[in-house]
């Protein structure tokens, strides 16, 4: 079940047990399908998975970040895993533990880059990661990743 914050739903899997990235991204999808803010489900399933063939979305780290600018959403989706054992992302199969999906308008780029930016400084901090890989509660590892820190305003993130 999806939680509000920051004024969007995000959907937090703490147990994420997936095979590879294509069993990932859907499970994430699938946990947003039904928010009022998707208008096709499927549609973004198939517009994350295509992005990740084009581009593999693996940052390092343990950290990959699925997302597609796309017609199936009316504004900016996410949702976040953990996986203990680490799904295989990108061309070599690294491992990654922290996954966060995002679907976004295609209008709204630039909300999108903003929200990208933090989300990206928060997940290269170790200390924040290592916090992230224990963190027993949904809303502390919101909390944690500090999605809403440093984002400009009237972007997705704030």
């Not at 901090?125 to 027993?136: D, G, Q, S």
């Amino acid at each position: 079940m999806p939680i509000v914050y920051l004024d969007m739903a995000v959907s937090v899997n703490l147990d994420l047990n997936a095979a590879d990235a294509t069993d990932a991204i859907r499970q994430l999808a699938s946990a947003l399908v039904n928010l009022p803010e998707v208008t096709d489900g499927a549609q973004l399933i198939a517009d994350v998975l295509a992005r990740e063939t084009v581009l593999p979305t693996y940052v390092g780290d343990g950290v990959a970040l699925p997302h597609a600018r796309t017609d199936a959403v009316t504004t900016q989706v996410v949702a976040v895993a953990r996986s203990q054992k680490g799904v295989p992302f990108g061309p070599k199969g690294e491992r990654a533990h922290l996954i966060v999906l995002v679907g976004c308008p295609r209008k709204e780029v630039s909300s999108y880059l903003a929200f990208s930016r933090v989300l990206l400084r928060r997940l290269r901090m170790p200390k924040v990661r290592a916090e992230l890989l224990t963190m027993k509660e949904p809303a502390k590892f919101l909390q944690l990743l500090e999605l809403n820190a440093e984002a400009p305003a009237g972007s997705a993130a704030s």
